[in-house]
């Protein structure tokens, strides 16, 4: 099995730089079927979105290339398109298992699809892959995380929200809505 080396500080720079121009096009790329992974047909009136054709080409030139493969992530992402972004994300994350931000993407798209459930389980599953050497440079997500988490057990779980919560504000002290909860939580 071939190893997949790459630079993941560059990899996560060029994400940030990708992520922050957007994308002019709105995304228009077919739907896959999620049982046979084949494109679901669309109305002749579809636009495409040629940065989207374009990294699509170069990840099935190599389907191995975790770089493309996130920018891949991100233009969907830019388009809205989170059904597609999810996908691509966990094909990092089969790729790259040990890279935090792969999971912390998905946890984005499932939550900005109002998937709350995956969004949940993505973001613990991006907590508990976060090394020890990363904890400062991921900080503001690593609070977000722990607020997200917080905030979907308030009511099931109060106990366990709570203990989230402080985590949060631990490596957030200035987020507000974490500062919110953690009142109502301990009220």
């Given at each position: 099995m071939k190893t997949v080396k790459m630079n993941i500080k560059q990899l996560f720079t060029g994400l940030m730089i990708l992520g922050s121009t957007g994308i002019i096009f709105a995304q228009t790329s077919p739907k896959m079927d999620s049982v046979s992974s084949t494109p679901v047909q669309a109305s002749a009136n579809v636009q495409t979105n040629p940065v989207i054709e374009n990294l699509k080409k170069q990840v099935e030139a190599n389907p191995k290339?975790?770089?493309?493969?996130?920018?891949?992530?991100?233009?969907?992402?830019?388009?809205?398109?989170?059904?597609?972004?999810?996908?691509?994300?966990?094909?990092?994350?089969?790729?790259?298992?040990?890279?935090?931000?792969?999971?912390?993407?998905?946890?984005?798209?499932?939550?900005?699809?109002?998937?709350?459930?995956?969004?949940?389980?993505?973001?613990?599953?991006?907590?508990?892959?976060?090394?020890p050497e990363e904890i400062e440079a991921s900080k503001k997500n690593l609070a977000y995380a722990y607020y997200f988490?917080?905030?979907?057990?308030?009511?099931?779980?109060?106990?366990?929200?709570?203990?989230?919560?402080?985590?949060?504000?631990?490596?957030?002290?200035?987020?507000?809505?974490?500062?919110?909860?953690?009142?109502a939580l301990n009220s």
């Open positions: 290339d975790a770089e493309s493969l996130a920018k891949l992530a991100t233009a969907y992402q830019d388009a809205s398109d989170w059904q597609n972004a999810v996908a691509t994300w966990k094909k990092i994350s089969v790729l790259l298992p040990d890279w935090a931000p792969s999971y912390y993407s998905q946890a984005y798209a499932y939550q900005s699809a109002k998937d709350d459930v995956n969004a949940k389980l993505a973001y613990e599953k991006y907590i508990s892959t976060v090394k988490i917080a905030f979907s057990e308030q009511k099931e779980n109060p106990d366990k929200a709570k203990e989230h919560i402080a985590k949060s504000i631990q490596y957030d002290p200035s987020n507000q809505d974490a500062i919110k909860l953690s009142q």
